[in-house]
């Protein structure tokens, strides 16, 4: 059996090189070098769980935002392909539900890839984040483009 944690990474650096690690381990997902880059730098801001191995490695990570103090945003998140279905994705998920709570939002939401853009590897995050609690809010084409539709996942806390 696999062993990992989940912890909350405190350093910048640490956040900014741990997503990059995953990130760029998802081509299917995260495929545009710029977009990664941007990630990147994003990430040193914000609050980042990640799941690391018994190695030291990163195996997944999960940043977030919180909105108006009511409302989480996951803004990136990304599980290793070895890791999937094996319980990161869905730790990572619950260590940021439960700052949400404490923070005092009653809401999560992520955006991803729209169903309209039929790409498979998409269907798989979209089914995650359902199994999570998630439900379709939106598909907004003019939020990335018009080939990249996003939707906007909802779930309310707590209930």
Not at 35 to 63: D, I, Q, R, T
Not at 77 to 98: F, I, N
């Amino acid at each position: 059996m696999d062993s990992w944690k989940i912890e909350k990474v405190e350093d910048a650096e640490k956040r900014s090189a741990y997503t990059r690690q995953v990130l760029e381990s998802l081509p299917d997902w995260f495929g545009n070098a710029e977009g990664v880059a941007e990630y990147c730098e994003e990430v040193k801001s914000l609050p980042l769980w990640a799941a690391v191995g018994e190695a030291g490695e990163p195996l997944g990570v999960l940043a977030a935002t919180i909105h108006y103090g009511r409302t989480g945003d996951i803004v990136v998140m990304g599980v290793k392909p070895g890791q999937h279905r094996k319980g990161v994705g869905r730790a990572l998920y619950q260590a940021a539900e439960a700052y949400f709570i404490e923070q005092g939002c009653g809401y999560a939401m992520v955006k991803t890839l729209s169903d309209a853009a039929d790409f498979a590897p998409y269907e798989s995050t979209r089914r995650f984040y359902r199994g999570m609690g998630f439900e379709p809010l939106v598909t907004l084409r003019e939020m990335w483009d018009e080939d990249n539709p996003c939707l906007i996942m909802l779930n309310k806390l707590g209930g």
